[in-house]
T-cell receptor
Framework: SQKIEQNSEALNIQEGKTATLTCNYT??????LQWYRQDPGRGPVFLLL?????KEKRKERLKVTFDTTLKQSLFHITASQPADSATYLC?????????????FGTGTKLQVIP | EPEVTQTPSHQVTQMGQEVILRCVPI?????FYWYRQILGQKVEFLVS????????KSEIFDDQFSVERPDGSNFTLKIRSTKLEDSAMYFC???????????FGPGTRLTVL
C-alpha cells in the first residue's frame, strides 16, 4: 500500500541552525511533491512545490530536494528562527486520471529554541 | 493576496443533524477540494470538484457527504445526519489547474455532540 513517512518525533533545534526534515514515500510515483506549514488550529500554508524532473528548489531560507530514486524529499530551513516553529507537512499527488488527489504525511513538529 | 475563506469558523451540532460548511475559493481557480483533519491526525483528502462535478473522492466521502457549487463563488460541503466521529477540522482548498498548488482556507471546526 502507499505510504508517506515523516519524522514522527518532534524536531528541536537551536535558533540560527539549519533544520532538516525528511519525507519518505513508498509505492508512489508522484509527479510532484509539496511542503506545507501548519500552525495549531490553522489550515496548511503552501511553501514549496518540486516536480519530479527537478532535483532542488529554493525560496528564501527554504530548500527542498527531491530524489525519485530514493523516494525521498528533504526540506531545509536555514538560519532558523523561533517563528519557524510549526508542523511541516509533506504532500504527494496521486495523479489519477488527470485529477489531483493529494495525500499528506503526518507532519513533523519543529521547535526552534531561542 | 487572494485567499480561500471559510464559514463558519466553528460549528457545533447535535448528532443526527445536517450541517453545511461553506467556502469561497480563490476567484479564478477552477478546482476545488475538501479535506478533514481529526484532532492530532493527518490531513485527509475527501473530494475534488471540477466543472460542476466530483472528479475524485476518497473512501471517507460516502453517501453522507455531498458537495455543491450553488453559484459562481461558493463551494459547500453538506454532511447529512452527522455522527460523533465527524468531529474534525474541515478545510477547503482551491487550485488554478489540476497540477497546481492547492491553497487552503483557515478551516471550520465541526463539533458533533
Amino acid at each position: 500500500s502507499q505510504k508517506i513517512e515523516q519524522n514522527s518525533e518532534a524536531l528541536n533545534i537551536q535558533e540560527g541552525k539549519t533544520a532538516t526534515l525528511t519525507c519518505n514515500y513508498t509505492n508512489y510515483s508522484p509527479a510532484y511533491l509539496q511542503w506545507y506549514r501548519q500552525d495549531p488550529g490553522r489550515g496548511p500554508v503552501f511553501l514549496l512545490l518540486i516536480r519530479e524532473n527537478e532535483k532542488e528548489k529554493r525560496k528564501e531560507r527554504l530548500k527542498v530536494t527531491f530524489d525519485t530514486t530514493l523516494k525521498q524529499s528533504l526540506f531545509h530551513i536555514t538560519a532558523s528562527q523561533p517563528a519557524d516553529s510549526a508542523t511541516y507537512l509533506c504532500a504527494l499527488d496521486l495523479n489519477s486520471g488527470g485529477y489531483q488527489k493529494v495525500t499528506f504525511g503526518t507532519g513533523t513538529k519543529l521547535q526552534v529554541i531561542p | 493576496e487572494p485567499e480561500v475563506t471559510q464559514t463558519p469558523s466553528h460549528q457545533v451540532t447535535q448528532m443526527g443533524q445536517e450541517v453545511i460548511l461553506r467556502c469561497v475559493p480563490i476567484s479564478n481557480h477552477l478546482y476545488f477540494y475538501w479535506y478533514r483533519q481529526i484532532l492530532g491526525q493527518k490531513v485527509e483528502f475527501l473530494v475534488s470538484f471540477y466543472n460542476n462535478e466530483i472528479s475524485e473522492k476518497s473512501e471517507i466521502f460516502d453517501d453522507q457527504f455531498s458537495v455543491e457549487r450553488p453559484d459562481g463563488s461558493n463551494f459547500t460541503l453538506k454532511i447529512r445526519s452527522t455522527k460523533l466521529e465527524d468531529s474534525a477540522m474541515y478545510f477547503c482548498a482551491s487550485s488554478l489547474g489540476y497540477t497546481d498548488t492547492q491553497y487552503f482556507g483557515p478551516g471550520t471546526r465541526l463539533t458533533v455532540l
